[in-house]
C-alpha cells in the first residue's frame, strides 16, 4: 500500500504541472483564435482572456512548485 501512495504521489507531482502547461497551451490557442473574432463574439474573447490568465497563474505556480522543491532536494543532497 505505501509502494502505491508513493507511486501516486510522484504521478501527481509531475502530472498536475504537466497539465497546467497543456491547460496554459490550449488557453492560448483559444485565446489567439477568439482574438482573430472578436468583434464577433466578444463574449467568447473575454472567456478565453480570462481561462489563459487563470492557467497563467496556475502553470506558473505548479512549475515554480516543482522547479523548487527538486533545487531543494538537490541542495539537500550536494551537503549530504
Known amino acids: 500500500m505505501e509502494r502505491f ?3 501516486l504521489i510522484v504521478f501527481l ?3 498536475l ?3 497546467a502547461v497543456v491547460w496554459l497551451a490550449v488557453s492560448l490557442v ?4 477568439a482574438r482573430a473574432r472578436r468583434e464577433a463574439e466578444p463574449d467568447r ?3 478565453w482572456r480570462r481561462s489563459l490568465v487563470a492557467s ?4 506558473g505556480v505548479l ?3 516543482c522547479v523548487g522543491i527538486l533545487l ?3 541542495a539537500a543532497v550536494a551537503h549530504m
Open 72 to 74: 531543494l532536494l538537490m
Open 56 to 59: 497563467a497563474v496556475t502553470a
Open 45 to 47: 474573447f473575454r472567456a
Open 30 to 33: 483559444g485565446f489567439f483564435k
Open 17 to 19: 504541472p504537466a497539465a
Open 5 to 7: 501512495v508513493g507511486d
Open 13 to 15: 507531482y509531475f502530472a
Open 63 to 65: 512549475v515554480g512548485l
